[in-house]
């Protein structure tokens, strides 16, 4: 094992100190049908072998950047500057974990400091954490963190939210005795979405989760929800799954949210095979000492200079244990790093820029596709994704376009695995790095496909 430096020296020494012969010994409570099971693997290989066979594994799938590609649904292609990736291995930050000791972890700490900064400015509220694993779980403890505020236990979900941001929402609250109500999608109607989550609030319920854009890609109007549940004295918690719409759209926060949670995956992170992600967390300032996570801070030392801290970190699980808010312990360091880079080369005009233009391309391709024979467009509002519904069985239309070298989109029906009228619909994503020829392409084959 390269990375045990024992000598077997050691090693007999090691087997003296625990009074035994041989290292099976140790295993002698182990039943030995168990111990000496058949197990179906292949033999030990060596390190060149082993990376021939995963080269080969990797040459099955189809590479993201290799084909036209329209897939979203929470996880975006974007182009990521060669500045991030510089920046984020560097032995300082590639290495580097927990910031303890402020002493010697300046550098971590401040891009921290800087990265809140950027997600409470991004999300409209007063304060941010330092950042969360991904956009679900910041859901879900959204979700524990308005039970702990309003002491009420009835969560509502719209039927908006994404699907697999729902179902860890019910695994994290499974063994608690909140109340979640999950209300039905509206794949065509976002205003019918709107007003069955105004219904559903009343003075039992702790918070509503909507998602805007929607999983379909419309946008909601989270004024007239949050004055809902502000009569009721719940609270909002708005969640965005794609960060780069936020450079076009009110902010959730300016828009009456309490809690804004979002994924960040899509500055300076790729898709990575679906993680890892970075979840961004914002609140209200009054909300802060029952806010998951960690939190950076301004400090001056004994000469009066300026620093950084963490703060607020009794809150998590490794100081307080079970009496913690959370259970937050490690945060996505390296990704929010990713983050901060991205957007600070980009800066406010920069992100304004590449949002006007994902939202353009957009406008594009759903013009193009709505002239397809069995294609409906069911959004009116949109910022880079939209619905179709086509006149036949979504996932065999994506299998179909697969064999003609397209990534077509993602069917609903991968989303909300438990329904069976969404089956026609495909959700259809298009960032700055979709060109008008890989359009036509999509428009042409999707045309073929259905015939």
Same mark, same amino acid.
């Given at each position: ?24 010994? @140790?295993? #002698? ?11 179906? =693997? ?20 189809? &590479? ?11 996880? !975006? ?7 991030? &990736? ?6 300082? *930050? ?5 910031? !303890? ?7 971590? =700490?401040?891009? =921290?400091?800087? *990265? ?9 509220? #007063? ?16 979700? =524990? ?15 908006? %939210?994404?699907?697999? !941001?729902?179902?860890?929402? $019910? ?5 608690? &005795?909140?109340?979640?109500? !999950? ?37 909601? &109007? ?102 913690? +808010? ?16 991205? %957007?600070? %080369? @980009?800066? #406010?005009? $920069? ?65 909300? +695995? ?6 026609? %619909? ?26």
């Amino acid at each position: 094992m390269r990375y045990l430096p024992h000598t077997q020296e050691d090693r007999r020494e090691m087997l003296a100190a625990l009074g035994v012969d041989h290292v099976d010994a @140790l295993f #002698e409570d182990v039943p030995a049908n168990a111990l000496n099971a058949d197990i179906d =693997l292949p033999d030990h290989q060596s390190e060149m072998q082993v990376e021939r066979a995963m080269a080969r594994l990797a040459a099955k799938n189809v &590479d993201a950047g290799s084909v036209p590609f329209f897939c979203g649904a929470g996880a !975006y292609r974007h182009h990521v500057p060669a500045t991030v &990736d510089y920046v984020i291995q560097r032995g300082e *930050f590639l290495t580097a974990y927990t910031p !303890y000791q402020p002493e010697i972890s300046q550098g971590t =700490l401040q891009y =921290l400091f800087e *990265f809140q900064t950027q997600v409470a400015t991004l999300l409209g509220t #007063e304060v941010a954490n330092a950042s969360m694993w991904d956009g679900s779980t910041a859901t879900a403890e959204a979700v =524990l963190m308005a039970r702990r505020i309003t002491r009420r236990k009835k969560a509502v979900m719209a039927g908006g %939210l994404h699907g697999h !941001y729902a179902d860890v929402v $019910g695994t994290v609250t499974r063994f608690t &005795d909140d109340a979640v109500t !999950y209300l039905e999608p509206e794949p065509a109607d976002p205003d019918a979405e709107t007003q069955a989550i105004i219904d559903q609030i009343d003075d039992e319920t702790s918070c509503v989760v909507v998602q805007s854009p929607n999983m379909f890609g419309h946008l909601l &109007d989270l004024k007239r929800i949050a004055e809902a549940a502000h009569a009721k004295k719940a609270l909002l918690i708005a969640v965005v799954t794609e960060v780069v719409s936020l450079g076009a759209i009110t902010p959730p926060g300016d828009q009456g949210a309490d809690i804004v949670v979002a994924e960040g995956q899509s500055l300076g992170n790729g898709l990575n095979f679906g993680g890892p992600y970075l979840g961004l967390f914002g609140t209200r300032q009054k909300y802060v000492r029952q806010m998951p996570g960690r939190v950076a801070g301004e400090a001056r030392d004994a000469d009066g200079r300026r620093g950084f801290v963490l703060t607020l970190s009794t809150r998590e699980q490794h100081i307080r244990r079970e009496k913690a +808010t959370s259970n937050i312990c490690t945060n996505s360091g390296l990704c929010a790093l990713a983050f901060t880079t991205h %957007l600070s %080369l @980009l800066g #406010e005009v $920069g992100l304004r820029k590449l949002a006007m233009l994902n939202h353009r391309k957009a406008v594009e391709l759903r013009d193009l596709l709505a002239g397809v024979p069995g294609v409906e467009v069911l959004n009116e509002t949109f910022f880079n994704e939209f619905t179709l519904r086509l006149r036949r069985d979504a996932a065999y239309i994506v299998e179909a376009l697969v064999e003609r070298d397209v990534l077509g989109g993602v069917p609903v029906s991968r989303l909300l +695995t438990k329904r069976d009228d969404v089956d026609n %619909l495909l959700l259809v994503a298009v960032t700055e790095t979709v060109t008008r020829d890989d359009m036509e392409t999509l428009a042409r084959e999707l045309r073929e496909a259905l015939a």
